[in-house]
């Protein structure tokens, strides 16, 4: 559903620290994955640290801004060390020039389909050293709100957070994403949800607030 979102002045900018590490391209089954071998970096949410464990990508994308679902989503999952909270910084990607974050792993995705087409559908190949450092960009926008996880278990009080600056992809690498999937999650979205009372807050840059509106806003959970 749409909803007007609440100004937040008190949130603080979205700060990431992340570093290249070794990773493994994962078959998820529902969608396509990279895990992290080691510390990549961390986000802080209200005075907690979270660490970045895996990210993976949804296509089209959970979320829904000015009424348009987008082409694709990329989700961040971050852990607290006690590994009892989950902070997701979420992405929205549109057609266009090549994200090169999937740049750095095309030929690897080429490989997962290879070996899913092989009969190996819980493959997992390894990438070597991942660069995430272009995703540490401070942004002016971000959307919060706490729901759930949207694959099972779907677990519940998720702090989400939706950075407000489209990315782009090729539509090639839309399709290297998708073409390890099976045929029922080409298309690997839930549905968008009810807000059942939940709240969703803004945070804007200052130096970039004067005229700002909210925009209308829907979610997956």
């Known amino acids: 559903m749409k909803t007007d979102i609440v100004l937040n002045k008190q949130l603080k900018n979205l700060e990431r620290h992340y570093l290249p590490t070794n990773a493994t391209l994962v078959n998820n089954?529902?969608?396509?994955?990279?895990h992290f071998e080691g510390k990549v970096g961390d986000i802080n949410i209200n005075g907690k640290n979270y660490s970045l464990k895996q990210l993976h990508w949804h296509s089209p994308s959970e979320h829904r801004a000015n009424g348009?679902?987008?082409?694709?989503?990329?989700?961040?999952?971050h852990l607290t060390q006690d590994n009892n909270n989950i902070a997701v910084v979420a992405v929205l990607y549109k057609l266009?020039?090549?994200d090169p974050l999937i740049s750095q792993i095309e030929d690897k995705l080429?490989?997962?389909e290879k070996k899913n087409r092989e009969g190996d559908k819980d493959a997992q190949i390894a990438v070597g050293t991942f660069d995430v450092e272009e995703i540490n960009r401070s942004s002016h926008r971000y959307y919060r709100y706490v729901g759930s996880l949207t694959t099972p278990p779907c677990k519940e009080g998720v702090t989400w957070n939706i950075l407000g600056k489209l990315r782009t992809l090729s539509k090639e690498q839309l399709e290297?994403?998708?073409?390890?999937l099976g045929t029922e999650f080409k298309h690997n979205a839930r549905p968008l949800q009810q807000l059942n009372g939940r709240k969703i807050e803004m945070y804007y840059h200052p130096n970039h607030l004067h005229g700002t509106q909210a925009t209308p806003f829907e979610y997956h959970e």
Request: net charge negative; glycine share 8%; charged share 25%.
């Open 29 to 34: 089954k529902f969608n396509i994955g990279v």
């Open 68 to 77: 348009r679902i987008h082409d694709a989503e990329l989700h961040l999952v």
């Open 96 to 98: 266009g020039d090549p």
């Open 110 to 112: 080429i490989e997962l």
């Open 176 to 180: 290297l994403l998708k073409a390890p």
